[in-house]
């Protein structure tokens, strides 16, 4: 079984729909990450949280918000979704043992808002 | 302010043949380097990272790269590629807050 799972892998949504995309990890790691990838811009942080209570903004948080409900979960909502959200979402995960392990990513969700 | 650039957007090799994929790099303090790889249809996976000590740093695959601080690059290398090395690689480096700067990324394709 994969360390780190999203779902759903695919998704198409609605301009104004509210929805949730979730990640598991087994890996036992405290850090989860949620990045969006759009063509040419590589990948851009949207939120972390280094533990259950720890919840920080990354580059691009407006728009987004962001549940941890227990260590291995990390759950990324968009509140009314719009086309410009159309892209690939990653989850990741590290460990946090130094400042920058290495991060394990999951195979990612299309997301596409009409 | 912290950035990283990778010049090419696509580059063709033949298999067998050798590669190096270019990665500069903004930023004030000692960097934090790495290299990510996207195989198609996955998610990125850590090929190799610099922190500090020996500038040509191994990883994994085959892979190695160069730190070079004159020159604010950490350059990608392979002696000979391989089909299954067709993917999109990421140079990243360690921003504030705990934040990697990615590159845009560059597709490999390889000829047969």
């Known amino acids: 079984d994969a360390d780190v799972t999203q779902t759903p892998r695919n998704r198409i949504t609605k301009t104004g729909k509210r929805i949730m995309l979730e990640c598991s990890q087994t890996?036992?790691?405290?850090?989860m990450y949620w990045y969006r990838q759009d063509p040419g811009l590589g990948l851009r942080l949207i939120y972390y949280?280094?533990?259950?209570?720890?919840?920080n903004k990354g580059e691009i948080s407006d728009g987004y918000s962001v549940s941890r409900q227990a260590q291995a979960k990390f759950s990324l909502s968009l509140e009314s979704a719009i086309p410009n959200q159309t892209a690939l979402y990653f989850c990741?995960?590290?460990?946090?043992?130094?400042?920058?392990?290495?991060?394990?990513f999951g195979p990612g969700t299309r997301l596409l808002v009409l | 302010a912290q950035s990283v650039t990778q010049p090419d957007i696509h580059i063709t090799v033949s298999e067998g043949a050798s590669l190096e994929l270019r990665c500069n790099y903004s930023?004030?303090?000692?960097?934090?380097l790495f290299w990510y790889v996207q195989s198609p249809g996955q998610g990125l996976q850590l090929l190799l990272k610099?922190?500090?000590?020996d500038t040509l740093v191994q990883g994994i695959k085959g892979f190695e790269a160069e730190f070079k601080r004159s020159q604010s690059s950490f350059n990608l290398r392979k002696p000979s590629v391989h089909w299954s090395d067709a993917a999109e690689y990421f140079c990243?480096?360690?921003?504030?807050?705990?934040?990697?700067?990615w590159g845009a990324g560059t597709k490999l394709i390889i000829k047969p």
């Open positions: 990741a995960t590290s460990d946090s043992n130094g400042r920058w392990e290495t991060q394990y």
């Open positions: 890996k036992g790691h405290d850090r």
């Open positions: 949280s280094f533990d259950v209570k720890d919840i």
């Open positions: 930023y004030g303090a000692t960097p934090y």
């Open positions: 610099y922190f500090s000590g």
């Open positions: 990243a480096v360690g921003g504030s807050n705990y934040q990697l700067i």
